[in-house]
């Protein structure tokens, strides 16, 4: 029987050697598993990362508009308020604006001719005014929301009449050749209050004396202009 009981006890003990050899071996295999799980997932992921990195491109800092002076104008009108940041490379220009706006000389008068996809213009003052140089320099541009120097078709007639683009007008050319930009002097852009520019441009119009379907039936008034800055 002895025979027997160690044959029975060699097989279990063989038995239970195999059983804790195999506990081992699996142990071993989800270590070797797991290791190889993580370093494949670190691999997607960066390959991921790096890929989703080259989709999306650094930011530019190129802009459509000269650098700004930090100059501010506040237009106050009976449809809202405007503000206009103004370029620092139309020095006459803008001197000629700010003169006008400390002298009180745009308080009260009204945007007198508006047309919904061109521009809005203003700034007519009733009494005689030097002019100023064109400054139209090697970069200027009709963007929409700038604001530019009326004028007569000749050069360096502007006083004191503004317009607003509605539009990007920078594009436009005359039938003579000769373009918008390099006719209009750009100084300011718009930075706040252009949703209420682009009311006053919804203004119902007629057409004006000359003709022009651009003569608004409402009066939108520039109530004052102000240097906030």
Known sequence: MAPKYNHKKSVQHKHGTNKSGSKKQLYI?????????????A?????FTSSSDSKTPSPTTSSQTPATSNTKVLLQTSMGNIIIEL???????????????????????????????FMIQGGAINEKLPTIKDEIGSYNHNYQYT????????????????????????GIVYSDGTTFDGTYTAFGIVVEGRDVVDAIAKVPVTVNSQGERSQPTQTVTLISATIIT
């Open 29 to 41: 295999a989800i270590g070797i598993l797991a290791i190889v799980s993580i370093i494949v997932i």
């Open 43 to 47: 691999y997607f992921a960066g390959a």
């Open 87 to 117: 370029f620092d490379d139309k020095p006459i220009t803008t001197q000629n604006f700010l003169n006008l706006v400390a002298a009180e000389k745009y308080d009260g008068t009204v945007f007198h001719r508006i047309m919904k996809d």
């Open 147 to 170: 604001i530019a120097m009326a004028k007569t078709t000749d050069p360096n007639s502007a006083t004191s009449g503004f317009f607003i683009n509605t539009v990007d007008n920078s």
